[in-house]
C-alpha cells in the first residue's frame, strides 16, 4: 500500500508556498468582514431607536410622551435640548433661556438647591405632593382637583392667551404667586418672579403630553409658557442620576445603543484574529515508512496470540462478518441478534439455532477452538453469498 502525501490546498506537490501570498488571502477576507462589521456599525448608530416610552419625554409618541409638544417647538423656531441630570441641565440652563423641569418634587435637597440658582427661566410641570424648597418656597401642593374645564381668572398674559385650560389632579396654592385656572381646591398654573427671572409651574402634567396637548387652551398656555426663549432645555430627572451623591455626575460618554456596543466588540474581536498569531500552512511531508495492510492485520493477530485473548479475537471476527453480511441480505446496521439469526438463517438455509451457536456462542478458549469458529464463519459466508 502507498503511503499517502498530505498537500495543502491550491499548492502544486514540490513546490514551496511563497510568503506573500499565503496571508494575502486570509487578509484580504478579514479586511471584508472588518469593513462589513464597521458599516453595520455605522448602519445600527444611524437607524437607531429615536423614540422612547418614558411618560412627558419629548421623543415619546405614546399619549403619555410629550413628543407633538417638542415637534411643534422646534417648527416654531425652539431648540429643544433633552437632558436627564442635573449636571446637564446647569451646564445647558444659561441665561435666555428656559428650563423646563418635570417633577420636580423628585430631586434630591443638592439638585434643588443647584437649580434653584441658574440663569435660566424656570418652568416647573407635572409637580407632585409636597412643597419645593429649597428650589423654591412661593408654591406647593396640597390638593387634589378633579381634571375638568376652568378659565384664567388671572391677568397672567399666557392665561389671559389660553383663556379656559383642561387640567386637574394636583393643584397649587402658595403667596406672592399669580394663581390661575383656579378652583375651591388650588390652581392650575402659577407665574412669579425670582429676581430677574420668571417662574412658572404647571401643576398637571397631562396638559404638556400628546394627549392633553390639544384639549381646548392647553396648547396655547403651555407653547407660549415653553417658547418665550430661542432655548428650551427639557429636563426630565432620572432617578439613576448622581448628582449630590458623591459618586460623579454628567452624561453618558458614549450613548450607543446596546447592538452598537455588541457589533463593536465583534470589530475587535475580528481584529485580534486578523492581528494574532496564526498555525502556519500545511507541510507536505511522505511518511517515513510504509506499512502493507496484510502486514497489520498479521502484527494484530500475533498480539492476540500473544496476549491469548481468543475471545476477543472471536468477537472481532463475528463482528465483521456480521457487518459484511447486513449490507447483502438487508440489515440494518444496528439491527438486533435474534434478527441477524432470522436473516441469516433464510439466507444460508441452516436452522436458527445452528446460525446462532456460530454468531452468539460462547467464545472459544484456545486456539484449536479459534481455529475452529473462524472456518465455521467462512462457511456459513459462503453459504449466504450463494443464497
Not at 118 to 136: E, F, N, Q
Not at 178 to 191: D, K, N, R, S, T
Not at 270 to 276: M, R
Request: charged residues 20%; aromatic residues 4%; glycine residues 12%.
Amino acid at each position: 500500500m502507498t503511503a499517502p502525501t498530505i498537500v495543502a490546498r491550491g499548492h502544486r506537490p514540490g513546490a514551496e508556498p511563497t510568503d506573500d501570498a499565503r496571508p494575502r488571502r486570509h487578509r484580504g477576507v478579514l479586511a471584508l468582514a472588518l469593513g462589513l462589521l464597521v458599516l453595520a456599525v455605522v448602519v445600527s448608530v444611524l437607524t437607531a431607536r429615536s423614540t422612547s416610552d418614558v411618560p412627558l419625554a419629548p421623543d415619546n409618541p405614546d399619549p403619555d410622551g410629550a413628543r407633538a409638544l417638542a415637534q411643534v417647538l422646534r417648527e416654531q423656531g425652539v431648540s429643544v435640548t433633552y437632558v436627564r441630570t442635573t449636571a446637564a441641565a446647569l451646564a445647558e440652563a444659561g441665561a435666555g433661556t428656559t428650563l423646563l423641569v418635570l417633577s420636580p418634587e423628585t430631586l434630591r435637597t443638592e439638585q434643588r438647591e443647584a437649580l434653584a440658582g441658574v440663569a435660566a427661566d424656570v418652568v416647573l410641570a407635572d409637580v407632585g405632593w409636597g412643597d419645593l424648597a429649597p428650589l423654591t418656597s412661593r408654591v406647593r401642593v396640597d390638593e387634589h382637583a378633579v381634571r375638568e374645564s376652568r378659565p384664567a381668572g388671572c391677568d397672567d398674559p399666557h392665561a389671559q392667551a389660553a383663556g379656559e385650560v383642561t387640567s386637574g389632579g394636583p393643584v397649587l396654592s402658595g403667596t406672592d404667586a399669580v394663581l390661575c385656572f383656579a378652583g375651591p381646591e388650588g390652581a392650575g398654573y402659577a407665574a412669579w418672579t425670582e429676581g430677574d427671572r420668571q417662574w412658572r409651574a404647571i401643576a398637571d402634567g397631562w396638559v404638556l403630553s400628546n394627549d392633553g396637548i390639544a384639549t381646548e387652551g392647553n396648547a396655547a398656555l403651555v407653547l407660549r409658557t415653553l417658547g418665550a426663549h430661542d432655548r428650551l432645555v427639557w429636563y426630565l430627572p432620572s432617578e439613576d442620576d448622581p448628582y449630590g451623591t458623591g459618586t460623579g455626575g454628567g452624561t453618558d460618554p458614549f450613548p450607543l445603543p446596546g447592538p452598537a456596543l455588541l457589533l463593536l466588540a465583534l470589530v475587535g474581536l475580528v481584529v485580534v484574529l486578523w492581528q494574532g498569531r496564526r498555525l502556519g500552512p500545511v507541510v507536505v511531508e511522505p511518511l517515513p515508512v510504509v506499512v502493507r495492510a496484510s502486514e497489520t492485520t498479521r502484527g494484530r493477530g500475533r498480539l492476540y496470540r500473544r496476549a491469548g485473548a481468543h475471545a476477543h479475537a472471536a468477537a472481532a471476527l463475528r463482528a465483521g462478518l456480521v457487518a459484511r453480511l447486513a449490507g447483502r441480505v438487508g440489515l440494518p446496521s444496528h439491527a438486533p441478534p435474534h434478527q441477524v439469526v432470522e436473516t441469516l438463517a433464510r439466507a444460508s438455509g441452516r436452522s436458527e439455532g445452528a446460525v446462532h451457536d456460530v454468531l452468539y456462542g460462547p467464545p472459544p478458549t484456545d486456539d484449536a477452538g479459534l481455529i475452529a469458529l473462524t472456518q465455521a464463519l467462512d462457511t456459513l459466508d459462503r453459504e449466504v453469498q450463494r443464497g
